[in-house]
């Protein structure tokens, strides 16, 4: 089993920045994959950032590239994401989901596939 709790979240106005924090612990030898993932009500689940375990380059969704940067730190079994310049439009509930034993390509960006899932920590955007 492996446990994701995730921190960081708040109300900012339009232009301010956030840095969520997720943290991974029980048996984190094989995940292969973290993802952060965003929910509006009445929306579909959107991957904004993805990277391999121990990689050097993320993906990001094209709504959020240049504002937003994937980090983590392994040998503490956190991961980041920090968000820049936001927009009433990142409004949503904010996930980290851990992938098992499969590489992240094997999986859609919508986050079908990932096998653990964090509470989710809410950012709220005010214009």
């Known amino acids: 089993q492996v446990q994701l709790v995730e921190s960081g979240g708040g109300s900012v106005q339009a232009g301010g920045s956030l840095r969520l924090s997720c943290a991974v612990s029980g048996y984190t030898y094989n995940v292969k994959c973290m993802g952060w993932f965003r929910r509006n009500p009445g929306k579909e689940r959107e991957g904004v950032a993805i990277?391999?375990?121990?990689?050097?380059?993320?993906y990001y969704a094209d709504s959020v590239k240049g504002r937003f940067t994937f980090s983590q730190d392994n040998a503490a079994n956190m991961v980041y994401l920090q968000i820049n310049s936001l927009k009433p439009e990142d409004t949503a509930m904010y996930y980290c989901?851990?992938?098992?034993?499969?590489?992240?390509?094997?999986?859609?960006?919508?986050?079908?596939?990932?096998?653990?899932w964090g509470q989710g920590t809410q950012v709220t955007v005010s214009s």
């Open positions: 989901a851990a992938k098992t034993g499969r590489p992240c390509a094997s999986s859609s960006n919508s986050g079908v596939g990932y096998d653990y």
């Open positions: 990277m391999e375990t121990g990689g050097s380059s993320a």
